[in-house]
């Protein structure tokens, strides 16, 4: 069979075309997988930034105790405009320098929900500290508004002598 040039030209315009058709649906294809994929990553990267930004945030504040902070009584406040529900501030003990426990309390306090306007005042009835090498621990467990559950170290340490502890909260990664 005689091709005439009209006919060859034809055939690979045609061929040139769905080749070139094909790559572009393939790259599209593949720039669409990635793209999906940032797009995830960004999402979820909101998402825990919109968590972090409506999460309460606990301070402790306006702490006071007897000799060798002996009775130490402090407040548990919200600086959030974030409820937190079902707070459990739970745990006591002293630990001495070596990580023994010298004192614990299995007392516990139970707040329904701790908001901006209303702080809570807590008292530990623990005993004198002994050094200032020390430290007073506990935690706090709270849910947020997203009903996710956090749960906080609190440690409290002595700088240079025994007076009253400077309280850290860390929140425990699971």
């Known amino acids: 069979a005689e091709w005439s040039v009209d006919i060859v030209l034809t055939y690979y315009c045609a061929v040139l075309t769905f080749s070139s058709t094909t790559a572009l649906r393939l790259l599209a294809f593949g720039q669409n997988h990635i793209i999906e994929e940032e797009n995830k990553k960004h999402t979820a990267l909101l998402e825990r930034m919109e968590r972090e930004k409506n999460s309460p945030h606990l301070i402790i504040e306006d702490v006071v105790g007897y000799g060798n902070a002996s009775g130490i009584t402090f407040t548990l406040k919200n600086i959030s405009e974030n409820i937190a529900r079902k707070v459990l501030v739970s745990q006591f003990y002293i630990v001495d320098?070596?990580?023994?426990?010298?004192?614990n309390s299995s007392?516990?306090?139970?707040i329904s929900y701790l908001s901006h306007s209303n702080p809570e005042e807590i008292r530990l009835f623990n005993p004198p500290i002994i050094d200032s090498t020390e430290k007073i621990c506990f935690n706090i467990t709270y849910t947020d508004i997203f009903d996710e559950v956090h749960n906080c170290e609190v440690t409290g340490y002595f700088?240079?002598?025994v007076t009253i502890p400077n309280f850290v909260i860390r929140e425990k990664l699971d």
């Open 107 to 110: 007392k516990k306090h139970q």
């Open 159 to 161: 700088i240079h002598e």
């Open 97 to 103: 320098q070596n990580g023994n426990i010298r004192w």
